[in-house]
């Protein structure tokens, strides 16, 4: 057996990536897939059924499925060395989520910070998925073993519950799952809304001038960032939790990541400088950081037999992975496979 450490983490075809999912998310992939030291085993997924429990348009997911696996692979991630996977081609996913809704309290469930806020956002739609999702999630997690979940920070209460349901399945029958460990880059964990920087950049925002999505060309980069909302104090000062500076604050944060460059040189360089000045700076780097991202979609996009061929091949190894825990988990409960 290899002594790596495992990585599990996935993202939902639900909309237009943005810079949240990039910075959050998607770049710490990349890196934990090339580390120099090879210490990690990844596997990422594209969630698909996640993004059934909100409406959605057969012929709209369907490509959104397929973009969103290009786009993957155009942020870097190689799926001939990392198992870049469907969730929905995996059928071990919904059998394990069945088992594991049966050790998950409804009083768990209804404590979700996500749930309440969907289910407020969809009145007419509060589905018994949108109340389920972290179980499915957990599922994901749990079959694979990982060590390790890389993740913004909107998901970190979903995964205290993939360990705690772990826990109580060990507990229960005998050591069965690893039990998983959040991984978090404090600095972009929670990138902000850009017309409302009090919340998080979110696929789902229905003002497109919110968000960066990957895709954007250079001018519409440009353009958000310009208008981006930011406060009457006119300093350019890194202020993490100070109220009223949070819109400065995330376009330091953006700068820093992007660029790669330390937070102090960052605040430097724009002393004496105005708010015009750092959107036009963040801007220019988002839209040079994405540069290669957007040329590399659309070569991989193109290429539907390559993309094919990767999913299934992903999937076929997914499904043999997550069938040893699935078998492991129908034996201890007393089902017969
Ligand atoms: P999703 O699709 O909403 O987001 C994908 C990843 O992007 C992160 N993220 C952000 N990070 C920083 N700033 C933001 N504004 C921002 N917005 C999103 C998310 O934290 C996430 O890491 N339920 C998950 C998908 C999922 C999953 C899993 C993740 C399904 N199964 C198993 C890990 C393990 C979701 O909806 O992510």
């Not at 749930?115 to 389920?132: E, P």
């Not at 001038?209 to 300093?235: G, H, P, Q, Y």
């Not at 700076?281 to 659309?298: I, K």
Request: with cysteine; hydrophobic share 40%; proline share 3%.
């Amino acid at each position: 057996m290899s002594d790596k450490k495992i990585i599990l983490s996935g993202i939902q075809p639900s909309g237009a990536i943005t810079l949240g999912n990039y910075l959050g998310a998607v770049s710490n992939w990349v890196k934990l897939q090339n580390d120099p030291e090879s210490l990690y085993e990844c596997y990422y997924m594209v969630a698909d059924l996640h993004a059934l429990t909100v409406r959605q348009e057969a012929k709209v997911l369907r490509k959104r499925v397929l973009d969103t696996y290009a786009l993957l692979i155009a942020c870097g991630l190689d799926p001939e060395k990392t198992m870049v996977f469907i969730q929905s081609q995996v059928p071990a996913h919904a059998e394990l989520a069945w088992i594991l809704s049966c050790y998950t309290q409804f009083g768990e469930l209804s404590r979700m910070t996500q749930f309440k806020d969907k289910a407020q956002k969809h009145k007419d739609n509060v589905n018994a998925g949108l109340f389920t999702y972290p179980v499915l999630m957990a599922a994901d997690i749990l079959l694979y073993q990982a060590d390790l979940v890389p993740v913004g920070i909107d998901q970190k209460q979903h995964l205290e519950l993939a360990r705690d349901v772990a826990i109580r399945f060990n507990n229960t029958y005998s050591p069965t799952f690893k039990v998983p460990e959040p991984f978090t880059v404090k600095e972009t964990s929670k990138i902000m809304s850009l017309t409302d920087p009090t919340k998080k950049m979110s696929k789902s925002d229905t003002n497109e001038n919110s968000t960066i999505a990957i895709l954007d060309d250079r001018d519409t980069i440009i353009r958000k960032f310009k208008r981006a909302v930011t406060d009457s104090f006119a300093e350019i000062r890194f202020a993490p939790g100070e109220e009223g500076r949070e819109g400065v604050t995330n376009l330091l944060s953006i700068y820093s990541a992007v660029t790669g460059r330390a937070m102090d040189a960052c605040v430097s360089e724009f002393s004496g400088k105005g708010y015009g000045d750092l959107k036009l700076a963040v801007g220019e780097a988002v839209s040079d950081a994405l540069a290669h991202v957007r040329e590399r979609f659309a070569e991989v996009s193109a290429d539907k037999a390559y993309l094919e061929r990767m999913y299934t091949e992903n999937s076929q190894r997914a499904q043999y992975i997550s069938n040893k825990t699935l078998s492991k988990v129908y034996r201890k409960v007393g089902l017969i496979r």
